[in-house]
């Protein structure tokens, strides 16, 4: 079935980075953009950016340009999603989703089960 | 960036209820909305995609309508299992920006 799989929970400090990884299956991995999604506790969705799995090209959320890269494998169908500097304000879940693109129809129609990333000191 | 502001915020209704969600972007978006749900603990869930088309699986008690900068969601006959949080998603402008969400309850 289609799926999305991402890596587990992390507890980090405040400067440290971290990174969260995404697999696919279920489909063809190039063949759709992933997007990156974060929930903080109790609060609503916010876009962080996108990569084309295939070509490696990403357009960031200019709130986190410069602390985020997103960097796809396409040998291990894997796409990652790395932030530095963490903050106590980057406590979230993170979330990859699948764009499907439909005519003029662009959503996240598969997403993954979410990575709880907890900064504290 | 778009700003997207949905109401209200959260709402009770009675089972069998007919409810309706709105959402106003800050700009002319077009039909280029989404609608997803998310229930507790769970990944958001794609509804509606441009507006107003049914994703595949999802029940057509779900309706979504307008276009331009005011949008409606609806929920035709609330069940138990409706009970969730809604979002608004727009995609014509970079940032991708979601609504705030409104939280749905059984009164």
């Known amino acids: 079935q289609v799926q999305l799989v991402q890596s587990g929970a992390e507890l980090k400090k405040p400067g440290a980075s971290v990174k969260v990884s995404c697999k696919p299956s279920?489909?063809?991995?190039?063949?759709?953009?992933v997007n990156w999604v974060r929930q903080a506790p109790g609060q609503g969705l916010e876009w962080m950016g996108w990569i084309n799995p295939n070509t490696g090209k990403t357009r960031y959320g200019q709130k986190f340009q410069g602390r985020v890269t997103f960097t796809s494998n396409t040998s291990a169908t894997t796409v990652y999603m790395e932030l530095s500097s963490l903050k106590d304000e980057d406590t979230a879940v993170y979330y990859c989703?699948?764009?499907?693109?439909?005519?003029?129809?662009?959503?996240?129609?598969?997403w993954g089960q979410g990575t709880l990333i907890t900064v504290s000191p | 960036d778009i700003q997207m502001t949905q109401s209200p915020s959260s709402l009770s209704a009675s089972v069998g209820d007919r409810v309706t969600i709105t959402c106003q972007a800050s700009?002319?978006?077009?039909?280029?909305l989404n609608w997803y749900q998310q229930k507790p603990g769970k990944a958001p869930k794609l509804l509606i995609h441009?507006?107003?088309n049914l994703e595949s699986g999802v029940p057509p008690k779900f309706i979504g309508s307008g276009s331009g900068t005011h949008f409606t969601f609806t929920i035709t006959s609330l069940q138990p299992e409706d009970i969730a949080t809604y979002y608004c998603?727009?995609?014509?402008?970079?940032?991708?920006?979601f609504g705030q969400g409104t939280k749905l309850e059984i009164k």
């Open positions: 700009e002319d978006i077009s039909k280029y």
């Open positions: 998603q727009q995609y014509d402008h970079y940032p991708r920006s």
């Open positions: 441009a507006a107003s």
């Open positions: 989703a699948r764009d499907m693109v439909r005519g003029v129809s662009s959503a996240f129609d598969v």
């Open positions: 279920g489909y063809t991995f190039i063949h759709y953009d």
